[in-house]
């Protein structure tokens, strides 16, 4: 389980992520989307300990992430296939987690075959290694300690269909046997398939989250506005129905599109509307 | 929504086997093997032992006999691998950064800074084994030498193989304290080859540093360590000078790496 707390982080006056909250709970995959910069990677890095926040506060299993006493057992992490050794095999890259993380051997011959990396390409240094290479033996080291929980950024970058194809398994059969699965992605299309759950982000805040079907459905749109009350009154004077969602209000055009099941092409996806001008001038918070 | 409570008890218990933290030894091994698992590290390691070779060889050929010693062969070793050395602690602690490593030790060791120990740990353990080394080679030098007309003595003081040691973990430490500091390899080798160069070229040039020169730069407070006696004056220096190269930057470099950001 990963339990985000108002987790802000800013880098002088700029936030990159601001006050972002969420839950990803065992037994589902969260699909963390947002465009590139909206502050997905940061809001990893921060869960993960690899960045401190300013404010807010994350844990992973119940507990901050830097406390865990062998994170690599409890959450593997794959923040970004690029970063390893050039000059280090495949397989020594996890052979070093492994022994770091106390497992036995055998375990790395084992999650090398589990991403189809074979004795060859293990053999090769990962400067060799095209980038889906990458991705996969970063998905190796994730997966090494036997993890409960995967946080995994842009795992897809670099796959090529069939991949992704492969990887959208791998994730699904990891949550359905009561794992925790945190992915994010700049494409709706990329997470759809697999993610139970969406957490939209953009601009560092949450935009919308939810269950994916709810959040795909009806073709409503996210309303956000500095002051609530002013925005849920102007909805209603405006005779629209809408439904709270983490920090925004949900919009439905009429309560009968709600064909909730029917897939939705990713051009009806929900556009994200904000509506601050209009009600900041009403607003009245400190 | 699906509920949360009875999910999250429902996956807890099969989380029986006992997880303990790494131990430091373990780290320690981890490190050890990140020193020679690549081909940049490994020749590095090769470099210093042919160094030590090279220079026993050329005192063979060049040097008096009278001067074909195990302590001659000995304490003029100790000075090139006392250049690599550094290198070495330099590399250790800024390739994590410059190759992106960091992103994966220090996840799975969030605790940085017994990563670090383990680093540093890992160095002085080179560091040592390089002495093992170079008393080796002086060793066959020695017995080349009685058999080809040297002088092949044995004599030298137990404090002076002591006094080589420390000289060599000062220095692998003094790199890596610059390595922590700086966090980016060519950076943190060229300010450890030039600060202290420049710091002496100084000392010499300019008259009134020449006092806190005495006390400050590493080459001069190390001299008396080649030698067997070594007065408390001489260890006060060195302790001083030490302080200022090796034990602050590495108080500073720790709190740049503890509070970096990883990505």
Redesign the interface.
Known sequence: ?ITVENLTKRYGPHPAVDDVSF?C????VTGFLGPNGAGK?TTM?MI?????PTAGRATV?GRP??E???????VG?L??A???????TGR??LT??A????LDRREVAAKLDLVGLNAVAAKRRVRAYSLGMRQRLGLA?AMLGDP?VLILDEPANGLDPEGIFWMRGLLRDFADR?GTVLLSSHLLREVEAVADRLVVIGGGRIVAQ??KNELLAGGGTVVRARDDAALRQALKVAGLTAADSADACWCRPTPRQSARRRPMPASRSPSCVRLAAAASNSSSSP | MTTTAPAASAVAPRHQSPVRRPSLLRLTAVELRKLVDTRAGRWLLITIGLVVVAVVTLLLIYAEDAEQTFFTFFVTSLLPVNVLLPVLGILSITSEWSQRTALSTYALVPRRERVVTAKLLAVVLAALASVLVTLAVAAVGTLVASATGGAGTWQVDATLIVNGAIVQVAGVLMGAAFGLLLLNPPLAIVGYLLLPTLWSVLGELVRPLRGPAAWLDTSRTMEPLFTSHVTAGQWGRLAVSLLVWMVLPLAAGLVRTLRREVS
């Not at chain 1, 709970?25 to 589902?28: A, I, K, L």
């Not at chain 1, 022994?99 to 106390?102: A, K, L, N």
């Open positions: 389980m839950q709970d065992p037994g589902t990677s890095r993960c300990g690899l960045t401190a299993s992430y830097r865990l006493p062998n994170p690599g057992r409890e992490v923040l970004d690029s970063a390893q050794h050039a000059g280090r020594e890259a070093l987690s022994y770091t993380m106390g080291q409960r009561g939810g269950d």
